[in-house]
């Protein structure tokens, strides 16, 4: 159990707690030690305040906006803090033109934080590239899309593209500890306790959102300080609170209860009544609909996989039923795909086949493409071997061609997806048995 110190805050109460809390430097930053571990090159270009063009990729409270605000702590350049939902082309102008005027006359650099930069069109986009290019601008752009359908090439040819992790629950817990023990930024001056099992529900119904964690965490504190029903945050708090959470979270959109775990693996553990139970808590208590089924197609292709193709059909089908229908008969498609998704055979195989094959991405770098899989479009490539080799499948027997390999030489023979036992898998797996046997 973590307890708040006796303290008192000098920080304003009308501070959202995620904002009071966001870390001042590398050493506060919880999670993404791919990108900022002990030596890392990006943690030492921080150090050394050499950090070039970046685009940070990763979902919402993942830490995309704390990074470039260390950043901006370290850094002796310039930083100026841009949205792309608030600011236009014009006011860009006014930025890169002060950016020009202070390299010229002054020889200091400009970094120029462009908060979710997918939200730029092209021609927008496009208007970055030469302050870019001729160094009036360092730019460091914040994204949950995918940027390579939402960032232009050219730019993001001249940045180095990071992918930031979600939080862990093990993560978050830790931030929310660290808030109620803080009494300079965090919630110390609340004395109020809070029970490590509490903290670890309200972690885990995060979704990976460190932001959406720590409001949720202040208010059920202030909620608990507020109605004095106790000095500590337990799960009769929780569970007390929810009467109450559904306006209160309508009102702000940001939050999402702590039953959205409970939903997961209720489906993971084929419990039907469980998983709708769940499900139902979620909606009476003012859940966004699609948000649940977003998380029914992100489970159907990662818990059911080919055990049950048809899980992925389902899920997609309700959401569309959902988008066509709304509320209240929209319940029903989304009731329909929780119980088939919780009812089918699940594995794990395509999400296990993932990270082995990124791993061998990663181990292996960039390697070159036989060339007998090379399609020889032009004269020039077919008289350099683009194609020569290749052996059309569908001219043998099963229309498999026996002892042939389709990756690159360097790792021919690697295994990557291995089905399981369950469901219609068990087929694929025996396909592939036979396959690989030959």
Not at 42 to 58: F, N, T, Y
Not at 201 to 219: I, M
Not at 271 to 295: H, K, N, Q, T, V
Request: aromatic residues 6%.
């Amino acid at each position: 159990m973590e307890h708040a110190a006796e303290r008192g805050s000098t920080t304003s109460a009308s501070v959202p707690l995620a904002d009071r809390m966001r870390p001042r430097d590398i050493s506060e930053i919880v999670g993404q030690r791919h990108l900022l571990g002990e030596g890392s090159a990006l943690a030492r270009a921080i150090a050394q305040d050499r950090v070039g063009s970046l685009i940070l990729w990763g979902d919402p409270g993942c830490g995309k906006t704390t990074l470039a605000h260390v950043i901006s702590r370290t850094t002796k350049a310039v930083f100026v803090p841009f949205s792309a939902v608030l600011g236009g082309v014009a006011d860009l102008r006014k930025i890169v033109a002060s950016a020009s005027d202070r390299k010229r006359l002054e020889g200091k650099r400009t970094i120029l934080f462009v908060d979710e930069i997918h939200r730029f069109n092209r021609a927008q986009q496009d208007a970055f590239l030469p302050h870019v290019e001729n160094g009036t601008i360092t730019l460091i752009g914040a994204t949950t899309e995918n940027p390579s359908f939402n960032v232009n090439a050219a730019l993001l040819s001249r940045a180095k593209v990071l992918r930031l992790e979600p939080l862990t629950s093990s993560d978050i817990a830790t931030l929310l500890r660290r808030a109620m023990l803080d009494t300079e930024r965090g919630l110390g001056e609340l004395k109020v306790d809070l029970d490590d099992d509490v903290a670890q529900l309200v972690a885990e119904s995060s979704d990976g959102d460190a932001r959406r964690a720590l409001n949720h965490l202040e208010t059920l504190a202030q909620y608990v300080a507020q109605e004095q029903t106790g000095a500590t945050i337990t799960k009769d708090v929780l569970s007390a609170f929810a009467d109450h959470a559904a306006l209160l979270y309508d009102k702000r959109g940001e939050e999402h209860y702590n039953v959205t775990s409970a939903f997961i693996k209720s489906m993971r553990g084929s419990d039907p009544d469980a998983a709708l139970y769940w499900m139902m808590r979620m909606l009476d208590s003012g859940e966004d609909p699609l948000f649940i089924s977003r998380r029914m197609m992100i489970f159907a292709s990662e818990d059911v996989g080919n055990a049950d193709p048809r899980g992925i059909q389902v899920a997609t089908a309700a959401d569309a039923s959902f988008r066509r229908l709304g509320m209240p008969e929209g319940i029903y498609p989304l009731a329909n795909a929780c119980l088939y998704l919780a009812c089918c055979p699940k594995s794990d195989g395509v999400k296990r086949a993932i990270a082995a094959a990124r791993a061998a991405v990663q181990q292996h770098g960039s390697l070159p493409v036989p060339m007998k899989l090379r399609n020889a479009v032009t004269g020039l490539m077919k008289g350099q071997g683009y194609g020569e080799g290749y052996k059309y499948a569908h001219d043998f027997e099963d229309h498999v061609v026996v002892g042939e390999s389709y990756l690159p030489d360097a790792i021919e023979g690697a295994r990557f997806y291995e089905p399981t036992d369950q469901g219609l898998e068990q087929h694929i797996r025996e396909r592939l048995r036979r396959i690989r046997a030959k």
